[in-house]
Structures are given as C-alpha cells and as structure tokens.
C-alpha cells in the first residue's frame, strides 16, 4: 500500500483507500494480502475484512463501468 496515503489520511483511511484502489487492480491479491497480515498478528482482523469488502466492491464497480460502455456500443 502506499506510504504517502498513510501519511496523509488516518490508518484506518488510507488502508479503506488503498484497497479500494488495488481492488482495480486485483482483488483476490488485495485480500490475499490483508488475510495474510491477520494471520501473521499485524493487523486487525475486523479492519481488514473491512478493506477487504471495499476492494471487492471496487472490482465490481470496475465491473458495472465496463458492461456499461460495452452495452451501450450493441
């Protein structure tokens, strides 16, 4: 994740934002990471579902913006 965002926002901000960000990116390696800092002990694991969710949603965003554009081309 990206150290200048976790500079500028709050923990727990910039974690939400930086995954959904990644979520654009990939999702299953965004979860994939987070699952793996609960089980190592370094982060919350409640937080982390949270980021999860987010990531997940982004990729489905992602999603939703290209069937639009392909929809509206037929």
Same mark, same amino acid.
């Given at each position: 994740?990206?150290?200048?965002?976790?500079?500028?926002?709050?923990?727990?901000?910039?974690?939400?934002?930086?995954?959904?960000?990644?979520?654009?990116?990939?999702?299953?390696?965004?979860? =994939?990471? !987070?699952?793996?800092? /609960?089980?190592?002990?370094?982060?919350?694991?409640? %937080?982390? #579902? &949270? =980021?999860? !969710?987010?990531?997940? /949603?982004?990729?489905?965003?992602?999603?939703?913006? %290209?069937? #639009? &554009?392909?929809?509206?081309?037929?």
């Amino acid at each position: 994740r990206s150290c200048i965002v976790k500079r500028l926002l709050s923990s727990k901000n910039a974690l939400i934002l930086s995954s959904v960000a990644s979520g654009f990116v990939s999702s299953t390696a965004t979860v =994939a990471s !987070l699952g793996m800092e /609960v089980r190592a002990g370094r982060a919350d694991a409640r %937080i982390n #579902a &949270g =980021a999860a !969710l987010m990531s997940c /949603v982004a990729t489905l965003l992602q999603l939703l913006i %290209i069937v #639009a &554009g392909v929809s509206v081309l037929w």
